[in-house]
C-alpha cells in the first residue's frame, strides 16, 4: 500500500543567476535570525588574553573563512583585529557560506566567564543575521 501524497505546495522561487535575491541574504536558510552561541578556540595561541578586554554588550566582529576552506569557520574577533576564536563548527557549515554570499551578521558579547570556566564556555555571544 502506498502512502498517501502530500498536497503539493508553493513552489520556492529559483535561486536568482546574478546572486541571491534580498530574501535569500536576509535570514541564513539553516539558522534563526537571532541566536546564543559559545565562541570555540580559546585555549589556542593564546587568544584567550583578548577576554579582559572584552565585557557584556561589547560589538565583536565575524569574518568567514574564505571558500574552499575545511572546516568552513566563521571567526570572532575583537575590535582591534585579533582573533578570539571561532564559532561551532555547526555553526560555519552554513552561516560562512551564507555570509560569503553577502549576508550580514553582527555579534555582540553576552557573558566573559572566569578562568575557571572550560575555554569552550568561557565566551557566550549573540549573533544576529540579516
Known amino acids: ?31 534563526a535570525p537571532v541566536f546564543r552561541t559559545t565562541v570555540h578556540g580559546l585555549a589556542f595561541e593564546d587568544r584567550a588574553r583578548h577576554l579582559d578586554t572584552v565585557g557584556p554588550e561589547e560589538e565583536l566582529l565575524l569574518i568567514p573563512d574564505p571558500p574552499g576552506g575545511k572546516p568552513d569557520d566563521v571567526w570572532v574577533h575583537v575590535p582591534a583585529g585579533d582573533p578570539v576564536g571561532h564559532l561551532p563548527r555547526e555553526i560555519g557549515a552554513w552561516l560562512a557560506p551564507w555570509m560569503r554570499r553577502g549576508g550580514a551578521a553582527r555579534v555582540q558579547v553576552i557573558k566573559v ?5 572550560p575555554s569552550w564556555k568561557r565566551l557566550l555571544v549573540e549573533v544576529r543575521c540579516g
Request: proline fraction near 31%.
Open 1 to 31: 500500500m502506498e502512502p498517501p501524497r502530500s498536497a503539493p505546495g508553493p513552489t520556492p522561487p529559483a535561486p536568482s543567476p546574478t546572486g541571491p535575491t534580498s530574501d535569500e541574504q536576509s535570514i541564513p536558510p539553516l539558522g
Open 113 to 117: 566567564g572566569t578562568e575557571s570556566v
